[in-house]
């Protein structure tokens, strides 16, 4: 709240004073639910309240972003191992960089890979 009344325009606000920021935030969470609702994270009950799913409570578990659990959704209930690590590795937030010293470590577990991936 603070950053966003000190510099509005980075978070993409026009207008200034607490009307415009009050109609700005609840733009954003308008959003927020309406995308979760779409990958089922949440779902609005008849009185308008809001109750998490077991997406939701493994993506604040596990600290998995929105399009990450979005692409875990687009899953079938019958894909395979390969179609599940073909997903991951296509995650952005996923792949790190891996580290110098991590690189023996690495090539030594690849050698036990079940599945491996060309590329």
């Given amino acids: 709240y603070q950053r966003l009344q000190s510099n509005s325009l980075m978070y993409g606000m026009n207008g ?3 009307d415009s920021l009050h109609s700005f935030i609840v733009d954003k969470c308008s959003q927020s639910i309406e995308q979760l609702m779409k990958i ?3 779902s609005m009950e008849k009185d308008g309240s809001i109750t998490p799913t077991a997406a939701s409570r493994i993506m604040s578990r596990n600290f998995v972003d929105y399009d990450t659990m979005k692409s875990i959704v687009k899953l079938h ?3 395979g191992p390969l179609q ?3 997903m ?3 995650c952005h ?3 790190f960089p891996v580290r110098r010293h ?3 470590t690495l090539n ?3 050698k036990y890979v079940r599945y491996k991936l060309e590329g």
């Fill in 16 to 18: 200034k004073g607490s």
């Fill in 40 to 42: 089922e994270a949440i």
């Fill in 77 to 79: 209930h019958d894909s």
């Fill in 84 to 86: 599940i690590l073909q």
């Fill in 88 to 90: 991951l590795s296509n």
């Fill in 93 to 95: 937030k996923i792949q």
């Fill in 102 to 104: 991590e690189k023996k």
């Fill in 108 to 110: 030594e577990a690849h």
